[in-house]
């Protein structure tokens, strides 16, 4: 069968709080990064992306922060709600190439 | 409007017998990747194509197989599966030179 799995991080908010999700990133040459959401048994999902040279990204309920300096990208949702339970990955994309690479995910879980 | 679609979506094989997972796109994007995506774990990347130009990672294992016939077509072959290689495969594409990937819904690999 399958290996066991490694476990995620995991962040439990209450619904109506604000989530903030973190991530390290690997490689000073990535100039994309980019927030996934998957849910169960589905592929990933976009919600955000960044380009290295803006600090602030903002989309409906979601801001993306990227300090480059300590290499660290952060997810930020606002008013949490039930359905934005699920495990969300960073990926970053150095730069010229066509490849994504994957940060370990963080569960988020939304608790009534 | 499926985008990305993956057939099938659980697909159960037995030890050491061929399976072939297929992927298609309407987007007409260059890129098509396949990921392997272990339970609680990162989506890792096995290979990915740039047009008809195959892109192997140096860990994918020569078990791990692909065919592109055409844009909008893109096979995953396993040619002897093993215990260790059931997991979720998702597809991926993407335009040229622009990071955002749009994922399929994935298969579930059960090894039997």
């Known amino acids: 069968g399958e290996s066991v799995g490694l476990h995620l991080p995991t962040l439990s908010v209450q619904e109506g709080d604000n989530s903030i999700i973190n991530c390290a990133y690997s490689?000073?040459?990535?100039?994309?990064f980019i927030w996934y959401k998957q849910e169960s048994g589905k592929g990933p999902q976009f919600i955000i992306d960044i380009r290295s040279n803006m600090d602030k990204r903002q989309g409906q309920r979601v801001t993306v922060l990227l300090n480059k300096t300590v290499k660290h990208l952060s997810l930020q949702i606002a008013a949490t709600q039930p359905g934005d339970s699920a495990v969300y990955f960073c990926?970053?994309?150095?730069?010229?190439?066509?490849?994504?690479?994957f940060g370990t995910g963080t569960r988020l879980q939304v608790f009534p | 409007d499926a985008m990305v679609i993956q057939n099938p979506r659980y697909q159960v094989t037995q030890f050491g017998k061929p399976v072939t997972l297929s992927c298609s796109q309407t987007?007409?994007?260059?890129?098509m990747y396949w990921y392997q995506q272990k339970s609680s774990q990162a989506p890792k990347l096995l290979f990915h194509y740039y047009d008809k130009d195959f892109n192997n990672e140096a860990d994918t294992p020569d078990n791990f197989q692909s065919r592109r016939p055409n844009t909008s077509f893109c096979f995953l072959d396993i040619r002897s599966p093993g215990l260790g290689d059931a997991a979720m495969y998702l597809c991926?594409?993407?335009?040229?030179?622009?990071?955002?990937?749009?994922f399929g819904p994935g298969t579930r690999l059960t090894v039997t």
């Open positions: 990926a970053e994309g150095p730069y010229n190439t066509d490849k994504l690479i």
């Open positions: 490689n000073s040459a990535s100039d994309y």
């Open positions: 991926a594409t993407s335009r040229v030179r622009e990071s955002e990937q749009y």
């Open positions: 987007l007409n994007h260059n890129v």
